[in-house]
């Protein structure tokens, strides 16, 4: 078989990350989708890898924490703040390396760049395996700290390699997937914030991913998905129908930002799926194969537990609560503290040990405070 390849192409411009509903400013509560949290003592938007580096390595060399922030969707902050540096990437670039009818394709972006736009991108090129993952916020710099996935599909099955400044050496460098240790909502990048801080030892510059190509999705892994386009699971469909159905589901669960909308002013899903042993989940949970164990839903856990939508307003005068139309998100009503939103979520873990003897487990990022 001859296959047909292309070069590498000139990077091309797409929209920045940052989400245009929040104002500008300097305080988290302005540069997060939950709208929470206090000031940063400085803030550095950096234009390029060597700006980022730089001020990176200078936060390290004067002992100062530093923080690298992206869309701002997976981080909850306390409200004193942050006493350190803020590192923005500001770079919205994606750029096609190599595309062939045998290999696929393989694609970079900037870390900057709007994970959603680059959604777009990849499905408007045929290029397949994110297209479940539409309408996420943030950035594909924070795609493989948590190996972001939604409705079947995860990042570490398209990542190819991940650009990183090293904290420990000094130095740049590309990060192999296998390299990565990708697990359910986890990484090596994010392991290491244990040592390193809550940006971790790998600072991500950028991401390759490899795709396959065609108009069809991969095979739909997702139940409620699967329905929602009126299909079975493993079944492929068009990858714009894919996109479309995503879309439509995140929007109907508050989960696509929406300035008017306070069920959208939310760190997304606040815990994830435990992952267990099958004898562990309990009677009438939903069940998913993940590897050796499987994996049950939260939001099931959490409704069944007596936590329905909108519970948690009575404990915080109304400031916070569980979004009025999905369980697993905790919402900024108006006015809420870091101490709201975390009375809600303790309150949340705290009823679902009771009820089932399984410990939830945070997802987004909890600086200035513990759960």
């Not at 190599?98 to 709007?114: D, F, M, N, P």
């Not at 409620?224 to 995140?250: F, I, N």
């Not at 109907?252 to 992952?275: A, E, H, I, Q, W």
């Not at 009677?283 to 409704?303: F, M, R």
Request: proline share 4%.
């Amino acid at each position: 078989m001859t296959c047909e390849i292309s070069g590498v192409s000139e990077p091309i411009p797409v929209s920045p990350a940052r989400p245009s509903m929040r104002r500008s400013g300097e305080s988290f509560a302005d540069l997060t989708t939950i709208g929470v949290g206090g000031p940063a003592r400085a803030i550095v938007r950096a234009q390029s890898e060597e700006e980022i580096v730089a001020a990176v390595r200078e936060c390290d060399e004067s002992g100062e924490p530093v923080l690298l922030l992206g869309g701002g969707s997976n981080l909850l902050v306390a409200d004193e703040g942050f006493a350190g540096t803020v590192v923005i990437d500001t770079r919205a670039k994606i750029g096609v390396i190599e595309e062939s009818a045998c290999g696929g394709a393989l694609v970079r972006a900037s870390g900057g760049t709007s994970w959603d736009e680059f959604v777009r991108f990849a499905i408007s090129h045929s290029y397949r395996g994110i297209e479940a993952l539409s309408g996420i916020p943030g950035t594909v710099g924070a795609t493989p700290v948590q190996n972001v996935g939604a409705y079947g599909q995860e990042v570490s099955q398209t990542i190819s390699s991940v650009r990183v400044y090293d904290r420990l050496t000094k130095r740049r460098t590309d990060l192999a997937n296998a390299e990565l240790d990708f697990g359910y909502r986890t990484s090596a990048i994010k392991r290491s914030t244990a040592q390193w801080g809550a940006t971790g030892r790998w600072i991500v510059l950028g991401v390759t991913y490899q795709f396959g190509l065609g108009n069809l999705s991969e095979p739909i892994a997702y139940g409620q998905l699967a329905t929602h386009l009126g299909t079975e699971v493993g079944k492929r469909v068009p990858q714009v129908d894919a996109r479309e159905a995503v879309l439509d589901l995140r929007a109907s669960k508050g989960m696509v930002l929406d300035d008017d909308d306070r069920d959208t002013y939310s760190c997304g899903s606040f815990f994830t799926n435990p992952v267990l042993e099958a004898g562990q989940v309990p009677s009438g949970a939903p069940v998913y194969p993940y590897g050796e164990k499987v994996k049950t839903s939260a939001a099931w856990l959490i409704d069944h537990a007596g936590c329905t939508k909108g519970f948690g307003g009575e404990l915080t005068e109304g400031r916070a609560s569980l979004s009025t139309r999905h369980t697993l998100a905790i919402t900024n009503r108006g006015g809420a503290s870091c101490d709201d939103v975390l009375t809600v979520a303790r309150a949340v873990r705290d009823r679902v040990r009771e009820a089932w003897g399984i410990e939830l487990v945070n997802e987004p990022v909890i600086l200035g405070h513990t759960l």
